[in-house]
């Protein structure tokens, strides 16, 4: 049996390949590792609690968690964000399925505009910010049910949220909704974990490259591509948060 040359196939079809293998990779991980993005972000509240506190930092398991997708990261870029994380699944779930509604209705689908998605990006390092803060000073604690990625991960283990968590369900609905709109709202705007991915060094092996020598002039189509929308700067056009396409 011969092994499949992608090259050699035309670039619809080698797409189409591509994106079947990346949702085949992504529907297992959802099934039977969806709990690993609130286990290694676990591990970043504790992390902060226990300095807070003057505490040892123990190796646990959300520890362990945190620094094997962090060290994963650096390593092969962000293949954990565009494959292995559950909440970014959903996302890309949402958006398909909002997409055949839109166009089974002959309605264009709504979306963020640019100039203003360009600055929403900020607002997950404002997140992160704030919750390493309140583990920091030990009150984060009282923040329990507000959280929506620990209501998708009940769910996700089988387990319904009780009232106590009415905040985080009416959050975990709102970014639901804004995935539906926006590809990767999540991963642009609010994830705590993202922001942690984009302030780490990523070897240049994980890095997105393209050849300059045969870009039109403001061709922009890196970026169209992008799920994320990123502007991929600099003459080497590289950019370490790519999520999906690397």
């Known amino acids: 049996m011969k092994n499949?040359?992608?090259?050699?196939?035309?670039?619809?079809?080698?797409?189409?390949?591509?994106?079947?293998?990346?949702?085949?990779?992504?529907?297992?991980?959802?099934?039977?590792l969806p709990s690993v993005f609130t286990a290694a972000f676990n591990g970043v509240k504790y992390i902060f609690t226990q300095l807070g506190q003057g505490e040892k930092i123990e190796m646990t398991a959300f520890v362990s968690a945190l620094l094997l997708v962090c060290a994963f990261t650096i390593v092969f870029g962000r293949f954990f964000c565009g494959f292995a994380c559950a909440f970014g699944s959903l996302g890309d779930a949402m958006h398909a399925i909002y997409g055949i509604i839109c166009k089974k209705r002959k309605k264009k689908p709504r979306c963020i505009k640019p100039e203003l998605a360009k600055k929403l990006v900020?607002?997950?390092?404002?997140?992160?910010?704030?919750i390493a803060l309140c583990c920091f000073a030990?009150?984060?604690?009282?923040?329990?049910?507000?959280?929506?990625?620990d209501v998708f991960s009940m769910l996700t283990a089988g387990?319904?949220?009780?009232?106590?968590?009415?905040?985080?369900?009416?959050?975990?609905?709102?970014?639901?909704?804004?995935?539906?709109?926006?590809?990767?709202?999540?991963?642009?705007?609010?994830?705590?974990?993202?922001?942690?991915?984009?302030?780490?060094?990523?070897?240049?092996?994980?890095?997105?490259?393209?050849?300059?020598?045969?870009?039109?002039?403001?061709?922009?189509?890196?970026?169209?591509?992008?799920p994320a929308h990123l502007d991929i700067d600099g003459d080497t056009g590289r950019s370490g948060e790519c999520l999906c396409c690397h």
Do not use: H
């Not at 090259?7 to 297992?28: D, E, F, H, N, Y």
């Not at 900020?122 to 704030?130: D, M, N, P, T, V």
């Open 4 to 32: 499949l040359d992608l090259s050699t196939l035309p670039a619809k079809k080698r797409k189409q390949i591509v994106s079947c293998l990346r949702a085949g990779i992504q529907l297992l991980y959802f099934l039977f």
């Open 122 to 130: 900020l607002i997950k390092y404002g997140i992160l910010l704030l």
């Open 159 to 226: 387990r319904l949220p009780n009232s106590k968590y009415l905040v985080g369900i009416v959050l975990l609905v709102l970014i639901i909704v804004g995935m539906c709109t926006q590809e990767r709202f999540f991963c642009q705007f609010l994830c705590p974990m993202g922001a942690v991915f984009a302030l780490m060094p990523i070897l240049p092996g994980a890095l997105f490259r393209r050849n300059r020598e045969k870009c039109p002039p403001k061709c922009g189509l890196c970026k169209k591509r992008c």
């Open 138 to 149: 030990g009150v984060y604690q009282k923040a329990r049910g507000t959280s929506p990625w």
